[in-house]
């Protein structure tokens, strides 16, 4: 049976741990997370095209 490779383990941890540090560093700062910068924003609706007249 292979023996498991803690050390490799560990090093992926601490790469993850890292990167989500950064990336709440990098929120905090007011930078958007995703580079193109289309995540969390909201739907414009469209204007109507016709106008709906009401009689007085």
């Known amino acids: 049976m292979a023996k498991p490779n ?3 383990e560990k090093r992926q941890r601490d790469l ?3 990167a ?3 990336e709440k560093r990098l929120r905090k700062a007011g930078a ?3 580079p ?3 995540e969390n924003q909201e739907p ?3 204007t109507p095209a016709t106008e709906v007249k ?3």
Do not use: I, L, R
Request: glycine share 4%; hydrophobic share 25%; net charge positive.
């Open 20 to 22: 989500k540090k950064e």
């Open 6 to 8: 803690y050390s490799f």
């Open 32 to 34: 958007p997370a995703n």
């Open 16 to 18: 993850a741990k890292k």
């Open 36 to 38: 193109d910068g289309t």
């Open 44 to 46: 414009v609706a469209p």
């Open 54 to 56: 009401t009689q007085p």
